[in-house]
C-alpha cells in the first residue's frame, strides 16, 4: 500500500473518530430532543461513513471493499430516513420544540416542574 493511500486513510479514520466524539459532546449539550436528535443523525451519518472510508482504503479492492461499500450505502440511506422518521414520530406525539436563547433555562425548568410534580403524586399517594 503506498503511502499517500495510507495518510489518506488514516485521516478519515481520524475525522470520523472526530466527528463521532464532537457529536458525543452534541447530544450531551443540546437542550432538547430534537437537537439531541439532529447531533446523534450527523454523528451517525458523518463519523460513521468517513471511518468506513477509511477503512475502504484500508482494506483496497478485495471483498471485504466491496462489503465496507454496501455497508456504507446501507448507512448512507437509512440513518437520514431513520431520523426524519423519529422526528415526524416525536412531533406526532406532541414533543415540545424548545425555542429562543433560553431553550437550555426552559428544559430545565420544565424538568424541574416535572420533578415536583412527580414528588407530590408519591406524598399523595403515601397518605392514602
Do not use: N
Not at 414533543?95 to 433560553?102: L, R, S, Y
Amino acid at each position: 500500500m503506498s503511502a499517500a493511500v495510507e495518510i489518506a486513510s488514516w485521516i478519515l479514520l481520524v475525522g470520523g473518530a472526530l466527528f463521532c466524539v464532537i457529536g458525543a459532546i452534541g447530544v450531551l449539550r443540546m437542550p432538547d430532543f430534537y437537537a439531541r436528535t439532529h447531533a446523534a443523525g450527523i454523528t451517525d451519518t458523518m463519523g460513521a461513513g468517513l471511518i468506513l472510508l477509511g477503512l475502504l482504503l484500508q482494506a483496497g479492492p478485495t471483498l471485504i471493499g466491496v462489503k465496507l461499500l454496501i455497508i456504507l450505502g446501507f448507512m448512507e440511506l437509512v440513518g437520514p430516513t431513520a431520523g426524519h422518521a423519529l422526528f415526524k414520530a416525536a412531533y406526532a406525539d406532541g414533543v415540545k420544540v424548545h425555542e429562543g436563547e433560553d431553550a437550555a433555562e426552559q428544559v430545565a425548568a420544565e424538568t424541574a416542574a416535572a420533578e415536583d410534580d412527580t414528588d407530590s403524586e408519591a406524598g399523595d399517594a403515601d397518605s392514602d
